[in-house]
């Protein structure tokens, strides 16, 4: 059930202040002691606007001109209905915040916190004498600091408007007097002094980051008690004048703040000539009391459905239990159909946005809705006022309608705020597919710096959020993903003893950000001890970055509770904001060549991820006919070659020439070649061979990006993420998804070799015509596969394990080794059982009936062996979904289905049709999609019936399984239409290609 609950804690930085409302009451997590005074929430209705004129505001004596100070009654007196009581309201009219205002005009002109009315469809102002007053809109805000003024609807002329003070320095100590309605005692004033007066970049770390304000914004700390509700409210010296708008309180006592006059000033005289009805822009909020309605029903049973399935005694049925009641499908249905009926207006835009909010958080197979709403908002709302809230829910959606919605809304819409969003939304669907950041690199990134050149000062709601969004994204897309390197980190342990992480170059080292106060950490903390413990003597290093006071991390490592390493970063989190860490735990693992691998990996897989990368560095083949590094010459213009090149006796003496690693726009490169149009690059290299009768075995290393064919004295030996028939122009068929690095141990035919002089002709091809990054390098290792064999047996667990890794995709095993393999299969990890019985189906078929897994009651151990096996079969998945791939390529991905279906009996076929189908082995392929679709309808299955019928020239039923393969993926309990594009697209072509009388027949 993992994919339905979240097993994280929010850390402690990301909810450091409560401000004047509810903004921060939506966060879930271990919250950190700090109060504020905001109040807001939902949304609501336009109302009609009042008069516009207003008379002058009214503002205090210059400082040469200081009044005489009054009593605090004769204050009270002359503002006793300039001080109101703001009550926000959503959709369906119910109260969700309220905060405190004050008249700065006596025609009705209130000003207040921007957060008290952030979330407000409609808001009513309530007097000192009971009467209740309509707001009418808004007529100026500012979001960067927390300040909005809005009009009253028929104000009575009885108003009392407070006098501004004029900018100047607040002296320390001044006496101050606040006004407002703290936690719901209305009209409440206290007392106090000027504390200080900051600027927000003077601030504390953790409340800069919280607050999100402009770095200039003055902020007035005071003495005088506010708290919740007291937002908005005024801040007065003694002489009556405003100085300051009461905003939020920090953590400890006597920490309360309010931003200076001098911004509301400047507010002031910004007034928008039209009232702009609530809610506030880019709140996100639904004002329709129908969507609002059926929004809140969803919401309301989801949460209902995640409590039963929680209170389930097994996975199994919790997921039963979820999958039978989940609502969501249901009521997006519900929402498109209004939507449909309501084209053009805010309640049909509503209906589609609320598709996306209530379907954005779930599995793929929601993927429909959102791809229905957003054909609907491009046909009629792509110049929408509002549409950009749509465009958030519909972000982390890889699909082409999505990006056509976003690229319509960059070109069309007139406001620039709206065309930053959808810049920086396009960013983001580009990356949503898990290889998305791999083939669409360069778009990602001239999108995010687009966004940071063009839109600097773009605004969302009270933020700046496509700019900020930028930045964060930029440093992770360069810094924080897989096959990137990571930032330095320096600080200190808890005893005060400096840390880098640069002191762990060239081991494996796990980074673990962490809390005691989150139980999820604490449950790691005795498989971490015996983890650091096991590989103390290997080049691995386990080190935590730790949110927790440095007295907490002491303690817990003076009771050898924690025996690894430790950065204390505090409840403040500068490493953890520099990580963009927003969950604990959260692990990054990174290898040897100071490369991030991994992210969030927890548990078993993550110590067999880890066993597997040290394995990796305990077995060496001999390299001994050609070493990695090696001198090699190359090719790397613009002209096709043809075949010519591949020839032993091929004069390169023209060519340029280096040592590997080869490529470019990657790290530690020893050549770097040009960045050519042609997606190939050409590479030659020879070496000597004495006695080719002495060489037993042949094996060939190679590390490349995207795809690689290899000729061994004109032989073709290998090709790796190519078709079978290719040229020059032939694009990789995959990406590299790991690392930016496949790498690959290929079995070579001794037979092959020539006494003396033997040549390798290489062609590397990108997935793209001008690919961001390509790297190449190769070894050749004669004799290697004894010492693969010995490895086997022996008593290094990680040089075993590499050379079970390497046997299985060899597919040679001797017959010595054939009886411990079994054993492993019997008694190993999930991952070495797939590796060893891979490998015996490969180069012993005939074993498959005696390899047997038990069974298990472990629920954790039956997680691992799931997760392993639809590990492996994503993998398989992504070989076998395109044809033209060279057959042993299918062949191998046919066992490796068989080794899953031992690791786990009750995974469907899945795509094992597939693989037959592929194989030419129609026949036995539409039997197996057959016995399974007895049972129930899956789209792989029935693409496979589709395309063998089609092979069989059985037409007729070909239409008819893709009728009701088109039929099947309008439903929500199936794989989502992106992930079988490709098969779906090769079936309709094979129907298609029906001959004239079939197709009579079909119509």
């Known amino acids: 059930m993992a994919t339905y609950f979240l097993a994280t804690c929010r850390p402690h930085w990301a909810m450091t202040l409560a401000v004047c409302s509810s903004v921060l009451a939506g966060m879930s997590g271990c919250t950190r002691v700090a109060e504020q005074s905001k109040e807001s929430p939902q949304a609501a209705a336009p109302v009609a606007a009042p008069s516009t004129g207003e008379t002058p505001v009214a503002v205090a004596p210059a400082a040469d001109q200081t009044p005489a100070k009054r009593t605090l009654a004769e204050i009270l007196e002359g503002v006793d209905d300039g001080v109101v009581y703001i009550t926000a309201k959503d959709a369906l009219r119910r109260d969700i915040g309220f905060g405190s205002g004050f008249v700065i005009d006596r025609s009705g002109l209130v000003a207040t916190n921007y957060h008290v009315l952030e979330s407000a469809v409609t808001a009513t102002v309530q007097l000192r004498n009971g009467d209740n007053l309509q707001i009418a809109g808004v007529r100026a805000w500012d979001a960067d600091h927390d300040l909005a003024i809005v009009q009253l609807q028929n104000p009575p002329e009885t108003l009392e408007a407070f006098e501004l003070a004029l900018p100047r320095d607040l002296v320390q100590g001044e006496e101050l007097v606040a006004i407002g309605h703290p936690s719901g005692f209305k009209y409440t004033v206290t007392t106090g002094i000027v504390s200080a007066v900051r600027t927000a970049a003077e601030l504390p770390e953790e409340y800069r980051h919280t607050l999100g304000s402009d770095e200039n914004t003055l902020w007035v700390q005071t003495s005088a008690a506010i708290s919740s509700g007291s937002s908005g409210g005024p801040l007065m010296t003694l002489d009556g004048a405003v100085v300051a708008v009461n905003t939020w309180v920090g953590a400890g006592q006597n920490l309360s703040f309010a931003v200076h006059v001098k911004h509301l000033l400047d507010l002031r005289s910004k007034l928008d000539a039209e009232l702009r009805p609530l809610p506030m822009p880019g709140s996100g909020v639904l004002t329709e009391p129908e969507i609002a309605g059926i929004y809140e029903k969803n919401q309301s049973e989801l949460m209902q459905v995640y409590q039963d399935a929680r209170r389930q005694s097994s996975p199994e049925r919790a997921q039963q239990i979820v999958l039978e009641n989940y609502p969501v499908p249901r009521y997006a249905e519900k929402l498109l159909d209004i939507a449909e009926r309501n084209r053009g207006t805010n309640k049909g835009f509503e209906a589609l946005y609320a598709v996306g909010a209530i379907s954005a958080k779930g599995n793929g197979k929601l993927t429909r809705f959102r791809l229905r709403a957003a054909r609907e908002l491009l046909q009629d709302y792509v110049e929408f006022p509002r549409v950009g809230d749509a465009l958030r829910q519909l972000r982390m959606t890889h699909a082409a309608e999505i990006f056509e919605l976003l690229e319509a809304v960059r070109a069309r819409h007139s406001d620039p705020n709206h065309r930053a969003l959808a810049t920086m939304c396009l960013a983001d669907s580009l990356s949503a597919d898990p290889l998305g950041s791999i083939l669409y690199a360069p778009e990602i990134e001239r999108l995010i710096a687009t966004t940071l050149e063009q839109y600097p000062q773009a605004r969302w709601g009270r933020s700046n959020w496509p700019a900020e969004q930028a930045n964060k994204r930029l440093f992770a897309f360069r810094h924080l993903t897989a096959g990137r390197r990571p930032p330095e980190i320096v600080g200190q342990q808890a005893d005060g003893r400096p840390l880098r992480l640069s002191e762990f170059q060239g081991k494996v080292v796990v980074l673990d950000f962490w809390a005691d106060w989150c139980p999820y950490c604490r449950e790691m903390y005795r498989p971490t001890r015996e983890l650091v413990d096991r590989l103390k003597e290997q080049p691995f290093a386990f080190l935590g970055i730790n949110a927790d006071p440095p007295q907490t991390v002491q303690q817990l490592i003076d009771e050898k509770v924690v025996t690894w390493p430790n950065w204390v970063d505090g409840p403040e989190g500068p490493i953890a904001r520099d990580w963009q860490v927003d969950t604990y735990p959260t692990t990054f693992v990174i290898d040897d060549q100071g490369f991030i691998r991994y992210r969030d990996l927890r548990g078993p897989i993550l110590e067999q991820i880890v066993a597997a990368m040290l394995g990796a560095r305990s077995l060496t083949l001999p390299r001994d006919l050609l070493p990695a590094g090696s001198e090699w010459k190359y090719e790397d213009g613009e002209a096709d070659l043809g075949v010519a090149w591949r020839a032993p006796d091929f004069h390169d003496s023209a060519w340029s020439g280096g040592s590997a690693p080869l490529g470019y726009g990657m790290e530690r490169l020893a050549t770097v070649v040009r960045q050519s149009t042609r997606p190939t690059l050409y590479l030659r290299r020879s070496f000597e061979v004495p006695d080719p009768a002495k060489v037993q075995d042949l094996l060939l290393e190679v590390w490349y990006d995207d795809a690689v064919a290899i000729f061994l004295n004109g032989h073709r030996i290998a090709s790796e993420h190519l078709p079978d028939a290719f040229t020059a122009s032939t694009l990789a068929m995959e990406p590299v998804v790991h690392h930016g690095l496949n790498q690959s141990t290929i079995p ?156 786990d009996p009750n995974l469907p076929p899945g795509v094992r049709p597939l693989a037959q189908l592929r194989m030419g082995r129609t026949a036995e392929a539409l039997k197996t999609a057959g016995s399974f679709l007895r049972f129930q309808h899956h789209p792989v299955e029935l693409a496979c019936v589709c395309l063998a019928r089609s092979a069989t020239g059985d037409f007729a039923a070909a239409q008819r399984a893709l009728d009701q393969l088109d039929e099947i993926l309008n439903k929500p309990e199936y794989l989502e239409l992106e992930e079988i594009n490709d098969l779906l697209k090769e079936c309709e072509a094979a129907v298609a290609e029906a001959p004239a009388d079939a197709l009579s027949v079909l119509n």
């Open 748 to 903: 070579v035919d001794p037979g092959l070799l020539r006494t003396g002089r033997n040549v390798l002709a290489v062609e590397v091809h990108q997935a793209q015509p001008a690919g961001v990054d390509l790297r190449f390098d190769l070894a050749v290792s004669a004799n290697g596969l004894p010492l693969i064999q010995r490895a086997v047996v022996g008593d290094d667990p990680f040089a075993r394990q590499h050379a079970m890794l390497l046997l299985s995709e060899l597919g040679r095993v001797p017959e010595d080794c054939v009886a411990p393999l079994k054993q492993v299969v019997r008694d190993e990890a999930p991952l070495l059982q797939l590796a060893a019985a891979t490998a015996l189906l490969k180069s012993h078929p005939a074993v498959e009936s005696e390899l047997k897994i038990p069974r298990t009651a472990d629920a954790d151990l039956l997680a691992l062996r799931q997760a392993a096996a639809a590990n492996i079969r994503t993998h398989v998945w992504r070989t076998l979904r395109k044809p033209g791939r060279p057959h042993s390529a299918y062949r191998d991905a046919d066992v490796v289905l068989t080794a899953t279906q031992l690791l």
